[in-house]
Nanobody
Framework: DMRLVYSGGGSVQAGGSLRVSCTISGFTVDDSDMGWYRQGPGHECELVSK???????DYADTVKGRFTISRDSAANTMYLQMNSLKPEDTAVYYC??????????????????WGQGTQVTVSS
């Protein structure tokens, strides 16, 4: 079974930075496209960033230029460096391989089954 252990979340003021990480067992991060997702209070789960098996990256427009996704194959760990944080970035952040993402009938990803995630809180 896949197990995800998160670290690096916390509380910062707007404009600050955080790096969150997700160490995975039972799955190899090189074997699939990997994504970071988030779910804020009262919001749907959303894809924040994705890194492909060959290193190609993609970002939601809301975080482009501020967030950087990376992967450490030796440590089997995913990272998300978050700079210039905004209050609207407040959410629980999760990582997941593409193969473990469930979608509802509207095509919305569901932030479930990926462990507890890590809370990021940005104050204004």
């Amino acid at each position: 079974d896949m197990r995800l252990v998160y670290s690096g979340g916390g509380s910062v003021q707007a404009g600050g930075s955080l790096r969150v990480s997700c160490t995975i067992s039972g799955f190899t991060v090189d074997d699939s496209d990997m994504g970071w997702y988030r779910q804020g209070p009262g919001h749907e789960c959303e894809l924040v960033s994705k890194i492909g098996k060959y290193g190609n990256t993609d970002y939601a427009d809301t975080v482009k230029g501020r967030f950087t996704i990376s992967r450490d194959s030796a440590a089997n760990t995913m990272y998300l460096q978050m700079n210039s944080l905004k209050p609207e970035d407040t959410a629980v952040y999760y990582c997941a391989p593409d193969t473990e993402v469930d979608y509802d009938e509207l095509g919305q990803p569901q932030c479930v089954g990926w462990g507890q995630g890590t809370q990021v809180t940005v104050s204004s």
